[in-house]
């Protein structure tokens, strides 16, 4: 480390700034130079915790804020993150030099959300216009309680603010009033079923809608009681939240006083600027919402996740640079329902869609295969990433299907598929699938009498047979019953001939932390 310091300062600077958070906390700690070094940097981000429901002495309170609030460290203030936590989940060594803990035993006092609120209101209105650049709100899962009052919120929104990322988590009396976003590029939501927070969700949209590039939406339904929640009429109220919201937004005279409800052709959304679009959670209802009011009509985006029509699941991404994405024309081409899935729709989006680079799609059925013709023509040159299934698990390949995919996406670097056999030997031969990383088989794997240890017997027959290991294959990944098991080959070597086979078996719940590290895993509805 004594080397380290020796380096130029500029060197170091450019060093530092590459590094997460979390490490640089770490490097602080190491000696008086780098802390020096790294404070304008740690000093960039405020994360102000809350534990739930919890009162404090105001003047302590006061005091845990000094620290994050001196006129030295403001300059240097963009990112504020601001939220509750659950104390079993807070790690003191993680604080950053001006992070805010509000930790307290006491029996009387203010609840720390006055501090808060009183505190961060005289923050926003310190800091100098335009410097504030980040802003999120954090939650425990499930909950739907109030930290930020409306005073707060709307300091937060106010003209001399001009931040670009919002992450926000609503709840039911977030305010209505105008929210000041003219420079917003990345806006993450995490709403529950209210009016109200699909009100607010709107009335965001509307302000930055010639500047938002990144939208990303995480809906959820409000917590029923089990005989409540499988009565029609509750399921049915459900579904229209979104609709409301949207409606009480078009008729408010207090989310925007320059475009008033009386004047509707200046009151409508386009998110001309839009490149990515996820959605989580209530995805069929986000995109009934987004067709039909072609909020995305002028949008070219190129990384869409969403659920629409017969798709319980879509993302698409195109090649950098290559081709584009009509949102509206797959909200409209993709209009199939959950028992009626329309093939010749969704043909006809494939077609006409060039420059895809992934694709992943999760029908809630098995359907006709005419839209894989149009896909394998027109992404056969770009096509990486190829991921198809169907909620019931009814959308099963045999081989000739899954060499066709080969054959004419030779690109294609990671594919999983319900196969009609565990293991096709087309994934093995080189010719048929030249690029060809990950495999996965999405179906039950039936090997009739072969049993696990048959199977692993098998796969040593397979590392013998050397001439397979031409082939770029890594990781193949089988379903069976109850279980998951991934075969994972190395060439220590690097060049194919020393070559290592080990399978695993792996529990539902440990495969997609598992699968990470060596590849995007399928996303399933």
Not at 4 to 31: G, H, N, Q, V, Y
Not at 255 to 280: D, F, G, M, Q
Not at 456 to 475: A, I, P, Q, V
Request: hydrophobic fraction near 35%; aromatic fraction near 8%; include cysteine.
């Amino acid at each position: 480390m004594s080397g380290f310091t020796k380096l130029p300062t500029e060197l170091t600077d450019d060093i530092f700034s590459r590094l997460p958070r979390a490490d640089l906390i770490s490097a602080s700690r190491t000696s008086h130079h780098f802390h020096d070094r790294t404070l304008p940097l740690l000093n960039r981000y405020l994360t102000i915790t809350v534990p739930p429901s919890r009162a404090i002495d105001p003047a302590r309170g006061r005091r845990l804020f000094e620290k994050a609030f001196s006129d030295a460290s403001l300059q240097y203030l963009r990112e504020i993150e601001v939220g509750r936590v659950l104390e079993h989940e807070i790690d003191t060594d993680d604080l950053g030099p001006r992070d805010v803990y509000l930790a307290s035993n006491a029996k009387k006092g203010v609840p720390v959300e006055d501090i808060l609120n009183e505190s961060l209101e005289n923050l926003l209105q310190r800091l100098p216009a335009g410097q504030l650049k980040s802003f999120t709100t954090f939650h425990p899962a499930k909950t739907t309680e109030d930290l930020l009052t409306p005073t707060t919120i709307t300091t937060l929104f106010s003209p001399q603010n001009t931040i670009t990322n919002l992450n926000l988590t609503l709840t039911p009396s977030t305010p209505c009033h105008p929210f000041h976003a003219h420079h917003l590029k990345t806006f993450t939501y995490h709403a529950q079923d209210f009016t109200a927070n699909y009100h607010t969700i709107f009335s965001i949209l509307f302000t930055a809608q010639n500047t938002l590039e990144q939208l990303y939406s995480h809906n959820s339904r409000v917590p029923v009681p089990p005989a409540t929640h499988i009565r029609a009429s509750r399921r049915s109220e459900m579904e229209i939240f979104i609709h409301e919201g949207f409606a009480t937004w078009k008729r408010c005279e207090g989310c925007c006083p320059t475009n008033p409800p009386s004047n509707p052709a200046n009151r409508r959304i386009r998110l001309t600027k839009l490149k990515i679009w996820h959605v989580e959670g209530m995805g069929q209802f986000t995109t009934d919402v987004f067709g039909p009011y072609n909020v995305l009509k002028d949008s070219e985006p190129t990384d869409v996740e969403i659920s629409i029509g017969a798709l319980a699941f879509v993302k698409l991404k195109l090649a950098s640079r290559a081709g584009r994405l009509s949102i509206q024309n797959l909200l409209q081409h993709a209009t199939g329902t959950q028992l009626t899935p329309d093939d010749a729709q969704l043909t006809e989006y494939f077609a006409s869609t060039r420059g895809l680079e992934s694709v992943t799609l999760n029908f809630h059925a098995n359907i006709g295969m005419g839209w894989l013709g149009a896909l394998q023509t027109s992404a056969g040159e770009t096509l990486k990433v190829l991921h198809l299934g169907s909620v019931r698990g009814a959308m099963v390949f045999d081989v000739e299907v899954v060499e066709g995919i080969g054959r004419s996406m030779r690109g294609l670097e990671m594919l999983s598929v319900g196969a009609a056999f565990g293991l096709p030997a087309c994934i093995l031969d080189s010719t048929i699938f030249p690029r060809l990383k990950y495999f996965g088989n999405r179906a039950y794997v039936d090997f009739g009498p072969m049993s696990v240890m048959g199977l692993e017997e098998y796969m040593r027959g397979w590392k013998r047979d050397g001439k397979n290991f031409t082939t770029s294959l890594r990781l193949v990944y089988l379903r069976m019953a109850g279980q998951n098991y991934l075969i994972e080959r190395d060439c220590p070597d690097g060049k194919g001939g020393v070559v290592d086979i080990k399978m695993r078996s792996i529990s539902d719940t440990k495969l997609a932390e598992v699968l990470k590290d060596i590849g995007e895993p399928p996303k399933f509805g």
